[in-house]
């Protein structure tokens, strides 16, 4: 059965400084896609980054990367520069295969930035 | 830019009634999706719809839940008889496909918070 775990509930971090958000898999699929979504004080869910199994590179989305170790079970997010606006929850998914109908979320990492 | 509509944005029942919750997808998206998320916590899976039909379904998604797309737009959730442990917020998603350039990624509606008193 597939899984995602988010170890961190909260998270500080300066603004202007880079964070990490973890988050690690599970799944006996070889093909799967991970997601990251963003979910402001407003409630609406935001997605930011993809990352496929079988892509080589990690993926980036301006000041979004995704560090994806594969042999981990890893796809930690990593938001550089932070700003004020990045203040919210932030979901990691997983979606098994290309036909995969479900995709599942992490339990959250609540991010503040401090100015 | 296209998005995914749905009404209500609030909705208080009593327990016991029948609500219906509405959803607008992508018009060319082909997956269809209900997700719960109870007071800002982890967002739950509970039905997936391809092809006009239930595809995958949770253990959430018992008996007194039900979905359709009657008439090619709308992607309805109704649950039958409410209970105080179903206020939640409920969010309507969509994607097209995935492979190549698409990712597949889920495309929300801003949610319905259901409030069961």
């Known amino acids: 059965a597939q899984k995602i775990t988010q170890t961190q509930p909260g998270m500080f971090v300066q603004e202007k400084e880079a964070v990490t958000l973890d988050c690690t898999y599970d799944t006996s699929d070889p093909s799967y896609g991970l997601f990251w979504y963003k979910q402001p004080s407003s409630g609406e869910m935001i997605f930011l980054i993809y990352q496929g199994s079988y892509d080589q590179q990690n993926a980036t989305e301006g000041r979004y990367s995704l560090n994806f170790q594969k042999a981990r079970k890893s796809a930690n997010l990593v938001i550089s520069a932070s700003q004020l606006g990045d203040s919210a929850m932030y979901f990691c998914?997983?979606?098994?295969?290309?036909?995969?109908?479900?995709?599942?979320f992490g339990a959250g990492t609540r991010l503040f930035v401090k100015a | 830019e296209p998005e995914v509509t749905q009404t209500p944005s609030h909705q208080v029942t009593q327990m016991g009634q029948e609500v219906i919750l509405r959803c607008v997808p992508i018009?060319?998206?082909?997956?269809f999706y209900w997700y719960r998320q109870i007071l800002g916590q982890k967002v739950e899976f509970l039905v997936s719809f391809y092809n006009n039909e239930i595809s995958e379904k949770s253990e959430i998604f018992d008996d007194q839940f039900s979905v359709e797309r009657p008439d090619g737009s709308n992607f309805t959730l109704k649950i039958r008889s409410t209970k105080l442990e179903d206020s939640a917020m409920y969010f309507c998603?969509?994607?097209?496909?995935?492979?190549?350039?698409?990712?597949?990624?889920?495309?929300f509606g801003e949610g319905s918070r259901l409030t069961v008193l």
């Open positions: 998914a997983m979606r098994e295969g290309d036909g995969g109908f479900k995709t599942i």
């Open positions: 998603a969509s994607r097209w496909t995935s492979g190549g350039l698409n990712t597949g990624e889920l495309f």
């Open positions: 018009s060319n998206h082909l997956y």
